[in-house]
């Protein structure tokens, strides 16, 4: 099975950076997704990690350690519509487990 | 392209009533899977379909069902609902699962059982 942790709720100030971090137990692990999601909309796609480092896309990167089962989700110069719930899911056979998510509070 | 349309958005529904949601993919997307979002629990798998069949399914009691149509097109069907069946059920699709993880997700249907 898999069992995913992340942090329920974080805040941050517009400009700064923030950290969100995932740790993950999983009898098999095909990759590392995080998601987006908006209050009332769907998730969206942000990013996909398989080997261990750093993936740097615009504001937003994303690291993995696979021998630690451990991510994280970077986003610098917050914007007030980065305010979002952030989803980190495991890859098994199919289709991933996703933990509860972390609702990013940005405020000016 | 058209993204993933989820059918209806809001419903309600009595205790012991059965509930029917649509589910159309992306054009070209032959997997579809379902997802029941609850501010407790977060998004917890139901089932995975491709090409018609049931490939994974999720820990949930039988009266959770669903199926797909050769144009890929799918339906979940919820039977004798309880109070907590009140969720979002979010509908996701992919072309196949190819390790890029990049599921679409419809804008869900949110049900609520009285």
């Known amino acids: 099975g898999q069992n995913i942790d992340q942090p329920t709720e974080m805040t941050a100030t517009e400009g700064a950076i923030v950290q969100i971090n995932c740790t993950y137990q999983t009898s098999g692990f095909n990759g590392l997704f995080w998601y987006q999601q908006h209050a009332g909309e769907a998730p969206t796609f942000l990013s996909y990690?398989?080997?261990?480092g750093l993936e740097e896309k615009g504001r937003f990167s994303s690291f993995l350690s696979r021998s630690k089962g451990y991510s994280y989700l970077l986003l610098k110069e917050l914007q007030m519509k980065d305010s979002a719930s952030y989803l980190c899911?495991?890859?098994?056979?199919?289709?991933?487990?996703f933990g509860r998510g972390t609702s990013l509070i940005v405020h000016p | 392209k058209a993204g993933v349309t989820q059918t209806p958005r809001y419903l309600i529904k009595t205790r012991g009533q059965q509930v029917t949601l649509s589910c159309s993919p992306i054009s070209g997307h032959r997997s579809v899977s379902w997802y029941q979002q609850t501010p407790g629990q977060g998004l917890q798998f139901l089932f995975e379909y491709f090409s018609e069949t049931q490939r994974n399914k999720g820990n949930f009691p039988g009266r959770f069902s669903g199926r797909q149509f050769s144009n890929s097109r799918s339906e979940m069907n919820v039977s004798t609902l309880e109070l907590g069946d009140s969720a979002l059920y979010l509908c996701?699709?992919?072309?196949?699962?190819?390790?890029?993880?990049?599921?679409?997700f419809g804008e869900g249907s949110r049900l609520t059982v009285l």
């Open positions: 996701a699709s992919s072309l196949d699962w190819d390790n890029t993880g990049e599921l679409f």
């Open positions: 899911a495991v890859g098994g056979s199919y289709i991933p487990t």
């Open positions: 990690n398989v080997l261990d």
